[in-house]
């Protein structure tokens, strides 16, 4: 090969890798999917409405959890989710203990949606937004079917915060990749079926406004 070949050779080589590097940097982001099963703890704000809700998501079994804290509330809401639609909402008699009202009873209510539990890939087809800086974290956002803002730390990939359209925020505390609840905990009740005389007509409406 002569000389001037060679040049050539090289120029065609950097013109290369300058292409190739230009179309990584403008590569459009997309969010990590969800392990299928982690534990976060999420601090809610919802127009200065405070609760902290313990989040486990189990994918692998095809369930979902949200115990949901509000700030000063002696009860704990127990929103349970299952993949084939069924859904329970409830608490339990042990959290009625501390409650000034005497005549608490705890309550349950239960639905048959049409849909399951998140899948992991729920972010797909989410519209890019760019990066925000949030909760001192450097963050790709994206915006899904005009419902949520979906923040994502750049460096370690991990959700940081979530934001409704209705301004209900989520911010993540922790997240804990592999993190399983033991099967007795994702028991219902026995009042959700009916065989007690505990109060099972909450309206549905109750759940939208607690869960995530």
């Not at 299928?36 to 095809?62: K, P």
Request: aromatic share 16%; glycine share 4%; hydrophobic share 35%.
């Amino acid at each position: 090969m002569s000389e001037q070949q060679a040049r050539a050779a090289l120029v065609v080589l950097i013109s290369y890798c300058f292409c190739v590097a230009a179309c990584a940097s403008t590569s459009i982001p997309k969010p990590r999917e969800w392990p299928h099963q982690f534990h976060s703890i999420l601090m809610m704000n919802y127009s200065g409405e405070l609760q902290i809700i313990d989040l486990w998501y189990d994918w692998t079994n095809g369930r979902n959890f949200n115990i949901i804290q509000k700030q000063l509330d002696p009860n704990v809401v127990y929103d349970l989710e299952w993949n084939n639609g069924t859904s329970f909402y409830y608490t339990l008699p042990s959290n009625s203990n501390s409650n000034s009202d005497s005549d608490y009873t705890p309550y349950c209510s239960s639905a048959q949606l049409q849909v399951g539990i998140l899948r992991p890939n729920w972010l797909d087809g989410a519209n890019y937004i760019g990066q925000r800086h949030l909760d001192g974290f450097l963050c790709n956002v994206w915006e899904k079917v005009e419902f949520l803002w979906y923040y994502e730390d750049v460096v370690t990939r991990r959700p940081v915060h979530w934001l409704f359209y209705t301004g209900r925020a989520a911010h993540v505390m922790t997240f804990e990749v592999g993190a399983v609840l033991e099967d007795a905990k994702w028991q219902a009740p026995a009042y959700c079926f009916g065989t007690t005389n505990y109060k099972t007509d909450r309206l549905a409406d109750n759940k939208r406004k607690a869960s995530i």
